[in-house]
């Protein structure tokens, strides 16, 4: 079975350019996760979807982040216009969102680290 | 509020000795429990979780933990450490009831495994 999938791996723009980010879920996988990760801390949610609808985004800075996931299944992160406090591993996770998503393990993907200048 | 703590930021070990990394949790009600492994320039791994019945959980790699309600901690245990489990070890909680679900995470304890 594929992992989930995760592009580019690396990216370095200057502050107040834009980037984006996509991620390909393991197949079958109904709830996708974008979690930013800033070196020596935890993952922070950013956007959780629940096929291609949001099940919260209550931690997505809505002024420059915004996500999307069309037809449930790849997604993709957008960053518009970035800060230098962006800088960080960008990562994405699937669960199969069939049995109650609060108890299913979550599979990341390798992530993406962006540095902005 | 919710809440997870990982009290040590990093934590050595002779390789064939046990090894303990801690976790301790605050939520409203019972908790999901999840252990998530971090090696360098990768994605996070997961280990194991607790969601209910038996209080110790089998993982992957030989790790277990226990979870124990009265002193709210989930600790990552292994019998014979490897050089290899040198990695970064993530705690994560969700309460299973109410209004905020959010899976609550730990901010790590780098595991130091010395041959």
């Known amino acids: 079975e594929a992992g989930v999938a995760q592009s580019p791996r690396y990216k370095i723009i200057e502050k107040r350019q834009s980037v984006a980010f996509w991620c390909n879920p393991i197949?079958?996988?109904?709830?996708l996760y974008w979690y930013q990760q800033i070196l020596g801390q935890g993952p922070k949610l950013l956007i959780q979807f629940q096929n291609n609808g949001v099940v919260d985004d209550s931690q997505l800075p809505k002024d420059r982040f915004s996500a999307e996931r069309l037809k449930g299944v790849d997604s993709t992160l957008k960053i518009q216009p970035a800060k230098l406090e962006d800088s960080a591993v960008y990562l994405c996770a699937s669960s199969s969102g069939t049995s109650g998503w609060e108890q299913e393990t979550q599979y990341f993907g390798p992530g993406t680290r962006l540095l902005v200048l | 509020a919710q809440s997870v703590a990982q009290p040590e930021d990093q934590v050595n070990v002779a390789e064939g000795n046990p090894l303990t990394v801690k976790c301790t949790y605050s939520?409203?009600?019972?908790?999901?429990l999840f252990w998530y492994v971090q090696y360098p320039n990768r994605g996070l791994q997961f280990l194991l979780k607790?969601?209910?019945?038996d209080n110790l959980v089998k993982g992957s790699y030989g790790f277990e933990a226990e979870f124990n309600k009265s002193q709210t901690s989930f600790h990552l245990k292994k019998p014979s450490a490897l050089v290899s489990d040198s990695a970064l070890y993530f705690c994560?909680?969700?309460?299973?009831?109410?209004?905020?679900?959010?899976?609550?995470w730990g901010l790590g304890t780098s595991l130091g495994v010395n041959p």
């Open positions: 994560a909680v969700r309460a299973n009831a109410g209004n905020n679900r959010k899976l609550i």
């Open positions: 197949s079958g996988h109904a709830t």
């Open positions: 939520v409203s009600g019972n908790p999901y």
């Open positions: 607790y969601i209910t019945g």
